[in-house]
C-alpha cells in the first residue's frame, strides 16, 4: 500500500500555462506538507496544512495555491509557470515521523 | 531559526565498511527531532532514522545508528557494512516546533558513493 502519493511523476509544460499536482495519503495523519527541491538538490518547505488548514506559507509566490479538500489530501496548483518554477516538488505527511511522496518532476520550457 | 549543515558534499566508502556522515545543528528550541532520508537516484526520500531531542538513547535502525551529541548539536548518521545499494544521497533535517508546523529544515545533502 502506498503512503503518500502523488500525481503526475513528470510534468512538461511551457511558460505561462497552469497546472496542478495531487497528493493523497492513506496514514491518518493531519499534517501534510507542500516542498520543493530545486536543482541543487535543497530541500525547502512550501506550505504546511492541518487538517485542512494552512499554518505555513514560507513566502511562496502568490502563482503557487495550495488546497486541501480533506485531511488526506493537498494539491497544488500553479500559475503562469515561469522557467524558475522548475524543480522537483514533494508533498509529505507526518504524524510522529514525516513520509514524502515519490516527487513530481516539473520542467518549465 | 533552525540550521542543519553537513559539510561533507561528498564521500567514497569501501563495501563493507562503515560509514559516518556529519550533521550539526542550531536551534533555540528545547524540544526537536532529528531525522536522516535517504535519496537514490530514482529520486524518492525514504526515512531512515529518528532521534528526540529527549531521548538518552541513540536510535538505531538495522543497519543505520545515529550518534546524537545533544551538547555538541550533533546527530551523525552511521551507516554500518555498507552495501552497493547505500549509494545515494543523504539528507538530515530537524523538525521544527507544533506551532512552526513541525516543518522539517533540512541540510545540503551528502552524496555517499559505495565502490565494490
Known amino acids: 500500500d502506498t503512503a503518500v502519493s502523488q500525481t503526475p511523476k513528470y510534468l512538461v509544460t511551457q511558460m505561462g500555462n497552469d497546472k496542478s499536482i495531487k497528493c493523497e495519503q492513506n496514514?491518518?495523519?493531519?499534517?501534510m506538507y507542500w516542498y520543493k527541491q530545486d536543482s541543487k538538490k535543497f530541500l525547502k518547505i512550501m506550505f504546511s496544512?492541518?487538517?485542512?488548514?494552512?499554518?505555513i506559507n514560507e513566502t511562496v509566490p502568490n502563482r503557487f495555491s495550495p488546497k486541501s479538500p480533506d485531511k488526506a489530501h493537498l494539491n497544488l496548483h500553479i500559475n503562469s509557470l515561469e522557467l524558475g518554477d522548475s524543480a522537483v516538488y514533494f508533498c509529505a505527511s507526518s504524524g510522529n515521523t514525516q513520509y514524502f511522496g515519490p516527487g513530481t518532476r516539473l520542467t518549465v520550457l | 531559526a533552525q540550521k542543519i549543515t553537513q559539510t561533507q558534499p561528498g564521500m567514497f566508502v569501501q563495501e563493507k565498511e562503515a560509514v559516518t556522515l556529519d550533521c550539526t545543528y542550531d536551534t533555540s528550541d528545547q524540544s526537536y527531532g532529528l531525522f536522516w532520508y535517504k535519496q537514490p537516484s530514482s529520486g524518492e526520500m525514504i526515512f531512515l532514522i529518528y532521534?528526540?531531542?529527549?531521548?538518552?538513547q541513540n536510535a538505531t535502525e538495522g543497519r543505520y545508528s545515529l550518534n546524537f551529541q545533544k551538547a555538541r548539536k550533533s546527530a551523525n548518521l552511521v551507516i554500518s557494512a555498507s552495501q552497493l545499494g547505500d549509494s545515494a544521497m543523504y539528507f538530515c533535517a530537524m523538525r521544527g516546533t507544533l506551532a512552526a508546523g513541525n516543518k522539517l529544515t533540512f541540510g545540503g545533502g551528502t552524496r555517499v558513493l559505495v565502490k565494490p
Open positions: 532521534q528526540g531531542s529527549y531521548d538518552e
Open positions: 496514514l491518518g495523519h493531519d499534517t
Open positions: 496544512y492541518n487538517n485542512k488548514e494552512l499554518i
